[in-house]
């Protein structure tokens, strides 16, 4: 069954909509929210949130795009329940993409008088990531969307580890310096 | 700026950029899944490869190198031509007789496994032997590890010369 058959599913309050969407996509999403988590339960239970998302959203939002848009509502929902284990003192020893990621800001709070707009920054990112050669941005959105390790990175690019690092590395530094150049108070 | 809102803005980036890193993995899984077809037929290839090798091996005639034809298989040593057969021979000279029992100098170039190149040889009753006769002599083929070697005859005869 394509996208918009499903979506019109939800449309028309069809419950087989989520049966549908676990079916297609539900290997996907879980993969995403476990690259964040790494508990399975919790993994699970972000997926199903998920499918209680789109259920609330649509309609009336219809989705051009399915699985990017399903995508981004479980690595949300994995975001906020990694805060929400992080603030119980759940142990994380792991190093995660979002560690990583501190290269590129200072702060850790958020300034009071500003509230960065997810919407344009993602836009703004997007901009940047257009600059580079497909092989680079498919290993920075492999990292920083979809979560994956490293190792599988490599192994999917068919390179090596070390490579995949140093350029994770480079582009950081480079985005960090992009943002500022666009303006955002890092 | 925090992390969080980064994460979250990379979340926002285009659907298309974000489709463009799911196609290099479908396509990583596509190549693994057809590298793994090959794969399972590999080990099906080498019991194929085995069977057929197994099978030449079995319907080839035997092999004989001609040159360990008509070899001892035990001593090593090349036979005589005169020794194959249902019994051995040897030819020699009578060096000594005593009491029907000669002594005989194998002629060079037989060796019957004795240790040296004398062997005692019981002579028939019937037939008048000499020392310096030349000789054939019969025997079973089994041989004592004595000096002179000891032998089971089964016939001597008197040559005129040495063959």
């Given amino acids: 069954m394509n996208d918009q058959a499903i979506i019109d599913l939800y449309f028309k309050r069809d419950e087989s909509a989520i049966t549908k969407t676990s079916d297609k996509y539900g290997a996907y999403l879980w993969k995403i929210a476990m690259n964040i988590l790494r508990v399975k339960q919790d993994s699970e239970e972000c997926v199903n949130d998920t499918y209680l998302s789109a259920w609330n959203k649509i309609p009336p939002t219809r989705p051009k795009n399915f699985l990017p848009y399903l995508g981004r509502m479980t690595r949300n929902i994995s975001m906020d329940k990694l805060d929400y284990n992080t603030a119980s003192k759940r142990d994380r020893k792991k190093q995660t993409p979002l560690d990583e990621l501190q290269d590129c800001v200072v702060s850790k709070q958020a300034m009071p008088e500003e509230e960065v707009s997810s919407k344009e920054l993602g836009e703004c990112i997007s901009q940047f990531l257009r600059e580079f050669d497909k092989e680079k941005r498919v290993i920075f959105i492999r990292r920083y969307w979809y979560s994956d390790s490293i190792k599988t990175i490599a192994t999917m690019l068919n390179i090596s580890e070390s490579k995949t690092k140093m350029t994770l590395s480079r582009m950081r530094k480079k985005l960090q310096e992009y943002l500022v150049k666009e303006g955002y108070r890092i | ?163």
């Avoid at chain 2, 035997?62 to 036979?79: A, G, K, L, R």
């Avoid at chain 2, 240790?115 to 041989?143: A, C, H, M, W």
């Fill in chain 2, 1 to 163: 700026m925090t992390v969080k809102e980064l994460f979250k803005g990379i979340g926002e980036i285009d659907d298309d950029l974000i489709m463009e890193a799911m196609e290099a993995e479908t396509k990583a899984t596509t190549e693994k899944s057809s590298k793994n077809n090959w794969n399972k037929y590999i080990p099906l290839a080498a019991c194929f490869v085995l069977i057929f090798a197994g099978g030449m091996y079995l319907t080839m005639p035997p092999q004989t190198d001609p040159q360990y034809e008509n070899h001892d298989p035990i001593m090593d040593q090349p036979v005589p031509e005169h020794d194959i057969g249902q019994q051995l021979s040897f030819t020699g000279k009578i060096e000594n007789i005593d009491n029907g029992i000669a002594v005989v100098l194998l002629h060079e170039g037989y060796d019957i496994g004795s240790p040296g190149d004398q062997v005692n040889v019981s002579l028939p009753k019937d037939i008048e032997f000499s020392v310096g006769d030349l000789v054939r002599v019969y025997y079973t083929g089994d041989v004592m590890e004595s000096y002179p070697g000891e032998i089971n005859v089964l016939r001597v005869e008197k040559i005129e010369q040495i063959d």
